[in-house]
């Protein structure tokens, strides 16, 4: 059970990235970048802002940037070997999984999850106070 002071993962949740490229693949979605983090892919690939937008980028009905997929698997452009071409540039919606706030609006919802992510529940407990810190991060970009 959960309130506004006491979320349901308050004692922490344990998670290790296990490199399957689960995350990156297989349904339909939106990996959503700034204009700055667009701008910080181009240079790490060494490529002008506009040559990324036109190879990597899909520009939606609302104005928001995603970077685009493969079809029919779904897999970011990015991926390949189940390893991020762009890691250490990677945009905020990457750096922050699985700290998501709809991953981590319920017990369900984080269960759910696992099922497509086998680091969900693995590995080390991160302390509900870095959880914290990565949600915010996140709602920030």
């Not at 060494?46 to 980028?57: A, N, P």
């Not at 493969?70 to 250490?88: N, T």
């Not at 990457?94 to 700290?99: D, I």
Request: net charge positive; charged share 25%; hydrophobic share 30%.
């Amino acid at each position: 059970m959960s309130d506004a002071n006491h979320p349901w993962y308050e004692k922490g949740l344990h998670f290790s990235c296990k490199q399957c490229g689960m995350c990156c693949s297989g349904t339909p979605g939106y990996v959503f970048l700034s204009k700055k983090e667009a701008l910080l892919i181009a240079e790490f690939l060494k490529i002008s802002g506009e040559d990324f937008y036109q190879k990597y980028v899909r520009t939606l009905a609302d104005g928001r940037i995603s970077l685009k997929e493969i079809s029919p698997s779904y897999r970011c452009i990015f991926l390949k070997d189940h390893l991020c071409l762009i890691y250490p540039v990677r945009p905020t919606q990457c750096r922050t999984f699985p700290w998501w706030k709809s991953l981590l609006s319920s017990e369900k919802a984080w269960k759910e999850e696992k099922t497509r992510c086998p680091g969900i529940d693995q590995g080390p407990l991160h302390p509900y106070e870095k959880i914290q810190k990565e949600l915010d991060s996140a709602q920030e970009a």
